[in-house]
């Protein structure tokens, strides 16, 4: 149920790797925190894969790959720009795909102009010849992909590295193409199920948009009025409002200025359910927010990280919720594949499932007849947790989950050793599915999409072209759809085989349909009248679609350039703390901006205030390790696990550490941008740049040199606390989904 703080998901899958012929690692560190994906890695390098690491840290991952490169943090745009422009010089890019399939990958080719090898040395703090290596080995072998985790998300500028990844695997064709792909690694267990399930402020399940068409969809969707709906919000505006995000909340409490925001009032009330929580940057700031609330509520098997850091002594509950094991249903793989999960044992002693402790507060706040209806959908009672997944076949249409059912997934969970581990595909009982029919799954016939954006399939063998951005804004500031921008289109060139329909095409309506070459009897017509594939509960305009080889969201080109956004492409900027200040006037940051997730935030403001390198000279780095998970609640609890990495450390270099006349072993204090400070071991590493350190990001449970043990209700403390790096982690967070920036901090260290 943990949320995360990175968007994404895999085109391609894991045991697709094994077919990769160059695997570039860039912002992800597999072989310590996703050690199972990390075998088809290795797999894939006996295949004769090259592999490039990319990293501020020679890390694990970097000891197994054949070619390393240390760049600074937050300067992956740099590196990729100067690919491109190499890609392009070099003529290796794929013109016919682009031309094709990229909607004006020209601005990209502009804007890659000024990154000459020299210029991506100087940013990056790589040499050109280094950088020159890397491009080379990746663009000599072919298929490639590329990985990437929060080494990328956790920037200011964190949605442009994942687009320009992308962009760089489309110059080269990569994308749509076995061994190809973007292979995003993602976090938690199930975290790509979560945000399918709307686990996030900006959208309702299925990424439909929080607006009134997709609110009266729901509202159809759950069996209640649309106005009984409206009337759980204070307004109308404020149901269609983005919601404060997970990085933003403590701002909704303690800086009153952001009420305005919040239909005029600071929150007051938190339930945290299955989220640390203490991860967030600027820890002391989470614990100011919880100090202020007027009620805290943590449901969680252990005893939450951020219970023990509040001072309140009062309107704080923790419930118990069961583990994973006492739970059954299905979750949703990195690479969008859907899993049965069964149920090992029931919930011991008190604790209940998250969704009984859902159920309860239904019950006790009077809506729990409307909150279940769709879960009977007409029968006099529900079985959990089919009927839940039922009810997301119906409605979630946009990422086609209608072929996932209860049915199928239980089916594939009793013949595992049917599938095929580097295809995904099913033999004998199974025969015609991938393993977790990977959305999209368009239909109870439809096999799922191991590989998206694949045109070299037809639509029902999970061939698929671009989902453009069919959506711009019209002249009376109301969204409409468009089939071009500024004179170019954005209907793709090509098509999935066996279309019956040649080129590009929009997404598929009731008004569309019959201009595709798709006719419907006069029946059919009336069903689906003023419907589009997104709403149409019938599934006429779906399985017409299908049955023509036709892709339901249309076929379009990739935007190159998202004009709705503030860099329409991808631009570098430096860091809010940056390491390099005579960088900052020609790399600015963002304007500050207003209401993001309702909170007012700083970005030029921060970037200006003051010289920070001057007064904070040392670059932070900080990531996971393999023993513990997310704040460590879990693992530091386990006694074998707190034995293996039982205390929180920072790695310096020992030309840093000398300079500052500390010895391996020695405690240093660490003091963060903001007014935090933590007290940690020193540990010499040759892992980190001479101006770096990195610090884990699993410890808590010590707070400024002070041990919080004795909060912990009896008998319920980590047997491994730490102080939490978090407390020092800068101001920052992305532009657009406001991820905080903690792979770039500046610190002040000195002696203990
Ligand atoms: N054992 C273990 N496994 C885990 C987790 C755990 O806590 N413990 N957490 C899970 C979760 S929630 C997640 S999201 C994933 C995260 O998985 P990863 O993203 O792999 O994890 P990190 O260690 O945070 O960061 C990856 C690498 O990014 C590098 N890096 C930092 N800044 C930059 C940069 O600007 N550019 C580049 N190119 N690299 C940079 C770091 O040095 C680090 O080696 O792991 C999951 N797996
Ligand atoms: N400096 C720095 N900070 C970071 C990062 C970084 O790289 N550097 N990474 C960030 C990322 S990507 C993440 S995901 C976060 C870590 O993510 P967090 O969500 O903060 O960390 P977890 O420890 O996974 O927290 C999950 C909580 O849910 C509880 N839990 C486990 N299973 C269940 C369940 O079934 N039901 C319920 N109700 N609760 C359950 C656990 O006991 C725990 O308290 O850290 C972020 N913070
Ligand atoms: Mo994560």
Not at 108 to 129: D, K, L, R
Not at 367 to 387: H, V
Request: net charge neutral.
């Amino acid at each position: 149920m943990a949320n995360t703080l990175g968007y994404g998901g895999m085109t391609n899958h894991l045991g697709d790797m094994q077919n990769s012929k160059v695997i570039l690692i860039m912002g992800a560190n597999p072989a310590v925190n996703h050690p199972v994906g990390m075998q088809h890695i290795l797999k894939g390098k006996e295949n004769g894969a090259k592999i490039i690491s990319i990293d501020p840290r020679y890390t694990k991952t970097s000891a197994h790959a054949d070619l390393y490169a240390r760049i600074r943090t937050g300067t992956d745009i740099a590196f990729l720009y100067g690919m491109i422009r190499y890609i392009v010089k070099n003529d290796l890019h794929d013109k016919q795909y682009l031309n094709d399939r990229v909607f004006d990958w020209e601005s990209i080719v502009e804007e890659a102009e000024q990154y000459t090898p020299e210029v991506v040395a100087n940013v990056c703090g790589c040499t050109a010849e280094k950088f020159l290596e890397v491009v080379k080995l990746f663009t000599a072998n072919s298929p490639g992909c590329l990985i990437w985790n929060q080494g990328w998300t956790q920037h200011t500028i964190g949605t442009s590295n994942t687009r320009l990844g992308p962009i760089m695997q489309m110059f080269l064709g990569n994308i749509g193409k076995v061994g190809g792909g973007c292979n995003i690694l993602r976090g938690h267990d199930n975290v790509q199920g979560a945000s399918d399930m709307a686990n996030l402020s900006e959208n309702l399940p299925g990424y439909y948009p929080i607006n009134e068409g997709s609110w009266k969809y729901y509202s159809g969707q759950w069996q209640v009025d649309y106005e009984w709906l409206q009337k759980r919000f204070k307004s109308k505006e404020m149901m269609e409002k983005k919601g404060f995000s997970l990085s933003t909340w403590p701002w909704g409490v303690i800086d009153e200025a952001n009420a305005t925001n919040n239909a005029g009032t600071p929150l007051k009330a938190l339930i945290c359910i299955g989220n640390g929580i203490s991860t967030i940057t600027m820890t002391h700031k989470t614990k100011e927010a919880l100090d202020k609330l007027d009620l805290v509520v943590f449901i969680d098997p252990y005893v939450n990280d951020a219970a023990v850091i509040t001072d309140r002594t009062d309107n704080m509950f923790l419930l118990p919720a069961a583990s994973q094991v006492e739970t059954s249903g299905s979750v949703a793989a990195t690479n969008r594949s859907y899993q049965w999960r069964s149920r090992v044992v029931k919930p011991l002693y008190e604790a209940k499932e998250d969704h009984e402790i859902l159920f309860e507060f239904a019950k006790r706040l009077g809506f729990y007849e409307e909150y279940t209806r769709s879960l009977k959908n007409g029968k006099p009672s529900y079985e959990w947790p089919e009927d839940a997944t039922r009810e997301y076949n119906r409605s979630i249409k946009t990422i086609g989950l209608q072929g996932v059912t209860p049915e199928r997934m239980k089916r594939q969970q009793e013949n595992w050793a049917l599938f095929d581990p580097v295809t995904l595909k099913g033999s004998g009982v199974v025969e015609g599915e991938y393993y977790g029919l990977p959305w999209p799954c368009w239909s109870e016939k439809h096999p799922g999409t191991p590989i998206m954006y694949r045109t070299d399939i037809s639509v029902m063998e999970g061939g698929m072209g671009f989902r453009a951005g069919w959506m711009d804004k019209g002249p009376d500031g109301k969204p409409v759809v468009v089939a071009e921008k500024n004179g170019q289109t954005l209907l793709a060139g090509n098509q999935p085989a066996g279309s019956r329909f040649k080129g590009g095409y929009l997404e598929i309506t009731a008004d569309n349909i019959e201009s595709l070459g798709i006719t419907l009897s006069a029946e059919e017509k009336e069903k689906v009248k003023g419907k589009n594939w997104k709403n149409d509960n019938t599934y006429i305009l779906v399985n017409k679609a299908l049955e023509a080889g036709l892709c339901p969201y249309g076929n379009g080109k990739a935007r190159a350039r998202v004009w709705e956004w503030t860099d329409q492409t991808p631009k570098h900027r430096e860091p809010l703390h940056s390491f390099r200040q005579d960088l900052v006037a020609k790399y600015p940051t963002f304007e500050d901006k207003k209401d993001h997730y309702r909170a007012n935030i700083r970005y030029a403001s921060e970037q200006k205030k003051q010289k920070w390198v001057e007064d904070f000279p040392v670059n932070v780095v900080t990531g996971r390790i393999v023993e513990h998970m997310g704040t460590g609640t879990e693992t530091r609890a386990s006694k074998y696990l707190a034995e293996l990495a039982g205390e929180m450390y920072a790695h310096i270099h020992p030309t840093l550490a000398k300079k500052m006349g500390i010895d391996d072993g020695d405690m240093i204090w660490v003091h963060g941008t903001g007014e935090g400070k933590i007290k940690v071991k020193a540990r010499y590493s040759y892992s980190v740049a001479e101006t770096d350190i990195f610090m884990p990001q699993n410890f808590s449970g010590l707070w400024s040199g002070k041990s919080l043990v004795d909060k912990y209700p009896k008998g319920t403390a980590p047997y491994a606390l730490g102080e939490n790096s978090n407390q020092i982690t800068s101001y920052g967070y992305d532009i657009n989904t406001s991820c905080p920036e903690t792979k770039c901090t500046l610190a002040r260290i000195e002696k203990a």
